[in-house]
């Protein structure tokens, strides 16, 4: 059965820093890996989509790497804005028309 | 333009009622879902449902019966509500296709938060 979990739980972070928010999960047999941005009181935004053929996505000051083997995703930010703080989760797909979410990291960048 | 839209936003009732939430996407996907997302924020799918036909059921309790009446719209009708049903549901859509792997990204709803009393 496929787990998610993701570290930090939370962060705080000064505007400005560079950060990694980090996502595990249990089966490496995936098709996909997405991570999401929700805001309080709304619904997911998709930030990148990494097929299971590839190592990484980039978009804009975001860059998503995938490590099938380990078990790993990381989601770097570069240079944080107050803007960025949201909760972050991803989802592994283990199957088809299934996604398994982490448990999210809420980030908080202060200006 | 509305991508994935849900109604209503809030929707607080007794124990013991029956109520819909609707959902209707506009992006043309062939593959819609319903999600649970706790008090500790965790989101769990429920179903998906691609081209009106069931396929996932995470070992949701059968007073939960969702519906397609077609591609663009599925709604989710609870029976006897309960204390434990209180969360937020999103509805969510993508475009999968039978026998294909994932490609697409899904995109969310606003999110329906019920409050059962």
């Known amino acids: 059965k496929q787990e998610v979990t993701q570290i930090p739980a939370a962060l705080s972070v000064p505007e400005g820093e560079n950060l990694v928010l980090n996502c595990s999960f249990t089966?490496?047999?995936?098709?996909?890996l997405q991570w999401f941005r929700q805001d309080p009181g709304k619904g997911l935004t998709s930030l990148l989509l990494?097929?299971?053929?590839?190592r990484e996505q980039t978009s804009g000051r975001l860059n998503a790497s995938l490590d099938k083997s380990s078990g790993r995703s990381t989601l770097y930010i570069a240079a944080s804005q107050p803007g960025d703080s949201a909760t972050y989760l991803c989802?592994?797909?283990?199957?088809?028309?299934?996604?398994?979410f982490g448990t999210g990291t809420r980030l908080k960048v202060l200006a | 333009d509305t991508a994935v839209s849900q109604t209503p936003k809030y929707l607080v009732t007794q124990m013991g009622n029956d109520k819909s939430i609707k959902c209707e996407q506009n992006?043309?996907?062939?593959?819609m879902y319903w999600y649970k997302q706790d008090s500790k924020k965790f989101l769990k799918i429920m179903f998906s449902?691609?081209?009106?036909?069931l396929i996932i059921n995470e070992t949701v309790p059968n007073r939960f019966s969702p519906k397609s009446p077609d591609k663009a719209h599925l709604n989710l009708h609870i029976n006897s509500l309960e204390l434990g049903d209180s969360a937020v549901y999103f509805c969510?859509?993508?475009?999968w296709g039978k026998g294909e792997k994932g490609t697409d990204t899904q995109y969310f709803g606003p999110g329906t938060r019920l409050t059962v009393l």
């Open positions: 969510a859509s993508s475009s």
């Open positions: 089966d490496s047999a995936i098709y996909n």
């Open positions: 449902y691609n081209n009106k036909e």
């Open positions: 992006l043309g996907h062939d593959t």
């Open positions: 989802a592994a797909t283990p199957g088809t028309y299934k996604y398994i």
């Open positions: 990494i097929q299971s053929s590839q």
